[in-house]
C-alpha cells in the first residue's frame, strides 16, 4: 500500500505559478504510475497529468499542455507538478493518485489540495 500526502496548493492571480507535492510513503513508490487529478466544484474528477513508473514518460490533458509539468523523484518518494500561466479555468482540487502495476484505474489517493486562480 501507499499513502500519499499534497501539499502547494493556494490563492494565486491569473498568469501566476504554483507548485503541487505529492509525498508517498512506503518502499515500493517506483512501481506505481503517478498521476494528478482535478474536480471543480460540480463537475467530475478529471486526469491533469501522468508519469510513468521510470519517469520516462508523461501524459498531459490538451487543457494543460505546454502550461503545467509533472515529475517524480523516486530515491524521495515525491511527485511534483509545476503549474505555470495558470487561468481561472484551472480552480479546482488536485488530488494525486498512484496505480498499482496491472491496474486499469488508480487505486490510491490523496485528501486533494485547493487551488483557486482569480481574475
Known amino acids: 500500500q501507499v499513502q500519499l500526502v499534497e501539499s502547494g496548493g493556494g490563492l494565486v492571480q491569473a498568469g501566476g505559478s504554483l507548485r503541487l507535492s505529492c509525498a508517498a510513503s512506503?518502499?515500493?513508490?517506483?512501481?506505481?504510475?503517478m498521476a494528478w487529478f482535478r474536480q471543480a466544484p460540480g463537475k467530475e474528477r478529471d486526469l491533469v497529468a501522468a508519469i510513468s513508473r521510470s519517469g520516462g514518460g508523461t501524459y498531459y490533458a490538451d487543457s494543460v499542455k505546454g502550461r503545467f509539468t509533472i515529475s517524480r523523484g523516486n530515491a524521495k518518494n515525491t511527485m511534483a507538478l509545476q503549474m505555470n500561466s495558470l487561468k481561472p479555468e484551472d480552480t479546482a482540487v488536485y488530488y494525486c493518485?498512484?496505480?498499482?502495476?496491472?491496474?486499469?484505474?488508480?487505486?490510491?489517493w490523496g485528501q486533494g489540495t485547493q487551488v483557486t486562480v482569480s481574475s
Open positions: 512506503g518502499r515500493t513508490f517506483s512501481s506505481y504510475t
Open positions: 493518485a498512484a496505480k498499482t502495476e496491472g491496474k486499469y484505474e488508480y487505486n490510491y
